[in-house]
DNA sequence: AACATTGTGTTACTATGTAACGTGTGCGAT
DNA sequence: ATCGCACACGTTACATAGTAACACAATGTT
């Protein structure tokens, strides 16, 4: 039922709840605006939403957009059990889509740049601003 | 005097302000933190700052990290003039340091990306999280 | 049974960012 | 000159984002 259910970790009541409400989403969701959408189901106060988001965030199940101050639940086809270590997102300033995209050149970039530095990378985040395919048309 | 004047902009006195106290912090600031260094010179309220920073972004003097919700002076040589697309930063999560990076494999990178998904890019922002050279030494 | 671990609920608080309104100052157009 | 405009500035009040700390319940371990 859970389509992203995480390998050998079974989500708790209230990880399901923010999972499910993100995927309902297709869009990125501030902490607050999903604490607005779970008080039918008995959340009361940001803690909740901020403890169930941070495990999702390290499960790979959802991604900080650092630009936006907003989650979204993880796009890609199968984006259970590994974690990546380059999140990379298209983000549309006019109609405010978000694209998840992977770019294994890009990735190679960024860690042969690591090294160039001597930078022992953890993860890395990318965030395009534009305009989506839609939006630079019009 | 001022190092990063902006060609053909004289910055207003509060820019000025807010310029020089980032340069002198050699790393990043929180609006909050320079609203504090600043209180001396008679600010007293946080839009002053955030007025101020968002011109200096604007001019490409400052940069904003968006995963630390801080700013930071432009590290670069010559940074005055043109405004880069893409901002990169190597982030160490253990002494905190931040150390602006220029990549033209990770920009090509970038917009080669950008143009096969069909996106119009205005700006990237690239920010590296793991330990510097110094840090992952000990 | 005693203990540790983990998830949960709640209160209160800190941190970050903005909207809106009023004031002065310079400066070009009439 | 003076009117109007644009812009920087100051201030109040508010909105949004995130966390510390404490209490309790459920569960598994020894």
Not at 30 to 35: E, Q, R, V
Not at 94 to 119: I, N, Q
Not at 123 to 135: D, H, I, N, Q
């Amino acid at each position: 039922m859970n389509k992203h259910a995480h390998p050998g970790t079974d989500l708790t009541k209230n990880q399901s709840l923010v999972m499910n409400a993100l995927s309902a989403a297709n869009g990125p969701l501030s902490a607050y605006a999903i604490l607005d959408e779970l008080r039918d189901q008995g959340f009361r106060a940001p803690p909740q939403v901020y403890r169930a988001l941070d495990k999702l965030v390290e499960f790979g199940l959802v991604h900080r957009l650092e630009s936006l101050n907003a989650f979204v639940a993880c796009q890609l086809p199968s984006c259970d059990g590994e974690t990546r270590e380059t999140i990379l997102f298209a983000i549309c300033e006019r109609c405010g889509k978000v694209e998840e995209l992977v770019s294994s050149r890009l990735e190679k970039a960024v860690r042969s740049l690591a090294g160039e530095v001597d930078f022992s990378l953890k993860k890395s985040v990318v965030e395009l601003r534009g305009l989506c395919a839609a939006c630079k048309g019009e």
